[in-house]
């Protein structure tokens, strides 16, 4: 499922999406969510609006939308959900074998 600001999304269909694959006996599932997007049906901390930056415009990467999402979704349906931020991995994957980075492992590849 991949979730876009152009197209709305409730977090009930999210759930339905996650439940249906569950019945098809899929023990995994994969939600790519935008950091411009919007779940209906998602709580919004308290007092939690997103920092501006220098023109006054919302930071969408200060949102959170897919931690919210991710615990939003195990405590509905109890799976277990992991949230991965794709700019951390990418960021992490450019960074060159000698910086003593103890990430490599799950980033890139090991060699023989």
């Known amino acids: 499922m ?6 709305a999304v409730g977090l009930e269909e999210v759930v339905e999406h ?9 023990t995994f599932s994969i939600i790519a969510v935008s ?6 049906g998602l709580p919004t901390p308290s007092g939690s ?3 501006l ?3 006054g415009h919302a930071q969408l990467s200060r949102r959170g939308i897919g931690e919210r999402l ?4 195990e405590d509905v349906t109890g799976f277990e959900t992991r949230v991965t931020v794709l700019g951390h991995t990418k960021e992490e994957a450019r960074l060159p074998p000698t ?12 060699t023989s």
């Not at 439940?19 to 899929?26: E, L, V």
């Not at 910086?99 to 090991?110: E, F, I, M």
Request: aromatic share 4%.
């Open 35 to 40: 950091e411009g997007a919007e779940v209906t």
């Open 18 to 26: 996650l439940n249906a694959r569950r019945k098809q006996s899929k």
């Open 49 to 51: 609006e997103a920092p």
């Open 70 to 73: 991710g615990r939003q979704v």
């Open 99 to 110: 910086t003593g980075s103890g990430r490599h492992g799950s980033v890139l590849p090991p």
């Open 2 to 7: 991949i979730i876009i600001p152009e197209f």
């Open 53 to 55: 930056d220098a023109f």
